[in-house]
């Protein structure tokens, strides 16, 4: 069964040994450490097998929320786990007065695109050159919740 908690301290260093096998930009300890403190910040972990399996980071940006990253362990994909740390994403943000949720996607993560328009996300935009490693556009997407 899968549970999905806030992260705090004592998370920090499976948390970043588990992103840093995902996410383009990669994050160290101080970092996930930092934001866990913020106040307008958040990491949800998808807990199972007594090991985290997904994350997710989102920020409260001066009133518009903003999805950094969210990973889900290969063994685990297509059950539903992404959906239900977005969730708490928008949970977190909506008890903070935040309408809307951005972020960029590489425009070839399909899986990632799929999940971000099943959650509700429109695209607004492509960003040029926005990725380095390999070089790529990014849609820039947004969610109004209501
Ligand atoms: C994108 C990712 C987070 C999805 O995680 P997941 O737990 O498998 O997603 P879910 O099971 O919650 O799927 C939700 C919806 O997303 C879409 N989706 C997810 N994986 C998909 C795939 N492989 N093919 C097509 N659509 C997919 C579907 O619409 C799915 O709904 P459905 O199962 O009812 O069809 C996961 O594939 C991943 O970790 N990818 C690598 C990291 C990454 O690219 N992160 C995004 C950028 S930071």
Known sequence: MVEIIKADEQLVVELTSFSNRFFDEKWSEASFSSEIKKPNSAVFCAYCDNKIVGVACVENQFGDGYLHNIAVADDYRRQGIARQLMNKCREFLQTNDVEK???????????????????????????????????????????EMK
Do not use: Q
């Not at 996607?105 to 607004?124: D, P």
């Open 101 to 143: 949720i951005f972020l960029e996607v590489r425009t070839s993560n399909t899986n990632a695109v799929n999940l971000y328009k099943k959650c509700g996300f429109e695209t607004v935009c492509v960003r040029k050159v926005f990725y380095a490693d390999p070089t790529e556009d990014a849609y820039s997407m947004v969610l």
